[in-house]
């Protein structure tokens, strides 16, 4: 065969071609593949609860009632797993802090951690009173009520968590309670005040976190990475911040997770953060002197003191999310637990071990399941986010939630966090546009129009998304709750 003769080339290129569709092919069916082993093993471990349900209802009577409920409960756990545990690690796997597997195991044990250590032997039946109970005294009426919010939350909220809004699990599960609650016993059933309280939140809550990480922000540009020394500024300044930072957790843990084991004031609660914070700020004076030692003067550099308390905070944040928000899941089963093995309802209940056990595992499940597709959108796609951002936003959930608690409102972490890092990319926004238009009054060159709209921050997309979703997540519990209890009932 001569050496012009192309048919071995054209041979190889037809071989290359038949591979990487064989390739393009593997790919597909990977993709197509992954959904369905995570639906697998979730449809597994809803399975695996009503099991545990069974052995532990053991021979009594309505027993597949708690089977049902248990099913419900471990399908909210996943959920909130999904959807809910974002606001903590999104923030720090978008700086680079984490990454999205090391994110997972982190949040999984400390939410786990949490949800066993400090997820409380009491819960109220009613969700913190949203619902009478002389108005759902009936036990038949109420355990179909319970049914139906439970079913109604974990519905919106995966329904949330596949169009990528990062939506409150407290606030479906409330709307899920009053709808049901409506249902059941008409308008006259629900305490309105404090419906009236949780509205406000959906205000409240993003606008505080907002400005709060928003003006940590703004210290940290005009202390540390704007002055002419910037190392020095760091060793001065980090270990104070990092101070505040573990003092806020320190509290915050103490009103979220530890008072769930033994009671503490909020008083008390800033105390110990008072404490803790001074200490750690003395701690971490020599700490940050070694770790800023030979670094260059410039601002990337000093992005790596923020990196390991960024991770320290999502695993807190874990902890105390777990022992907070477990409740949401598991709070309605045991009070059907309660309802079917006493025969009475009643305004609070203690939550079984083995109830417990399912809402721990089922929001770990749920994080690694489907947690990645709210994290990357929390951490990375509403503005871009480096340690010292993050940060801010982390000690934001942290203060704004002891703010809230001092004033009396009741706020949603979730709003919190999400609003913290839509404060940051705002604030980041407004400080690119004073700083271009002082070049531009310098140059004698005004920026266009255009031009300022071209260099936003903030999608716009996703505020939009997740804002319309906060909205409706309690009115469309609600009428999911009030739909889903009518259906209960006709089956039962």
């Excluded at 400090?118 to 009426?141: H, K, L, Q, Y």
């Excluded at 009070?335 to 309802?345: L, P, S």
């Excluded at 939630?401 to 839509?422: D, E, K, M, Q, Y």
Aim: hydrophobic share 55%.
């Amino acid at each position: 065969m001569s050496s012009t003769d192309p048919t071995p080339i054209n041979r190889f290129k037809t071989l290359d071609k038949d591979l990487s569709r064989i390739v393009q092919l593997e790919q597909a069916t990977q993709f197509v593949g992954r959904p369905m082993i995570a639906l697998g093993i979730a449809m597994v471990f809803i399975v695996g609860a009503a099991l545990v349900a069974m052995i532990a209802a053991g021979g009594a009577s309505n027993s597949m009632i708690i089977v049902a409920a248990a099913a419900f409960g471990a399908y909210m756990a996943l959920n909130i797993g999904a959807n809910d545990v974002a606001n903590n690690m999104g923030p720090a796997v978008g700086a680079n802090a984490l990454t999205l597997g090391g994110a997972l195991i982190i949040a999984a044990v400390f939410e786990t951690a949490g949800a066993l250590i400090a997820g409380g032997d009491v819960v109220s039946t009613i969700s913190g009173g949203i619902v009478s109970p002389d108005a759902v005294a009936e036990r038949s009426t109420f355990i179909w009520a319970m049914m139906a919010a439970l079913l109604a939350a974990a519905l919106w909220l995966n329904l949330a968590t596949w169009l990528g809004a990062p939506v409150s699990t407290t606030h479906s599960i409330v709307g899920g309670v009053m709808g049901a609650g409506i249902a059941a016993a008409g308008f006259g059933a629900v305490a309105w005040p404090t419906m009236g309280q949780i509205a406000a939140s959906w205000v409240i809550s993003p606008l505080l976190g907002g400005v709060i990480a928003a003006l940590f922000l703004a210290f940290i540009k005009a202390r540390i990475n704007d002055v002419e020394d910037k190392i020095a500024a760091a060793r001065l300044w980090v270990p104070i911040l990092i101070g505040i930072m573990a003092g806020a957790f320190a509290a915050y843990l103490a009103l979220k997770g530890l008072r769930k084991i033994f009671p503490i004031g909020l008083g008390t609660a800033v105390l110990i953060g008072l404490g803790v914070g001074v200490f750690t700020s003395f701690a971490m004076r020599p700490v940050i002197r070694r770790q800023s030692e030979g670094m260059e003067n410039r601002k990337k550099s000093l992005k790596k003191l923020f990196g390991i308390p960024l991770v320290v905070s999502a695993a807190l944040l874990s902890f105390a999310h777990g022992a907070n928000d477990v409740a949401n899941a598991v709070g309605p089963l045991a009070a059907i637990v309660h309802a079917v093995e006493d025969g009475e309802t009643a305004a609070k209940v203690s939550i079984p071990l083995w109830v417990m056990l399912i809402g721990a595992a089922g929001i770990s499940f749920g994080l690694v399941l489907y947690g990645p597709k709210l994290i990357r959108m929390v951490g990375q796609e509403i503005t871009k986010l480096n340690p010292m951002r993050a940060y801010c936003v982390a000690l934001s959930a942290a203060i704004t939630v002891i703010v809230a608690s001092w004033l009396g409102l009741p706020v949603s972490s979730t709003h919190i966090a999400v609003g913290a890092v839509f404060g940051v990319g705002f604030y980041r926004e407004w400080h690119a546009e004073r700083r271009a238009r002082q070049l531009g009054l310098q140059k004698g060159k005004p920026v266009a129009p255009d031009e300022r709209r071209r260099r936003k921050l903030v999608r716009r997309a996703h505020f939009l998304t997740i804002a319309a979703a906060w909205v409706v997540t309690v009115p469309a519990t609600a009428v999911l709750a009030a739909v889903v209890f009518f259906g209960l009932n006709l089956l039962g």
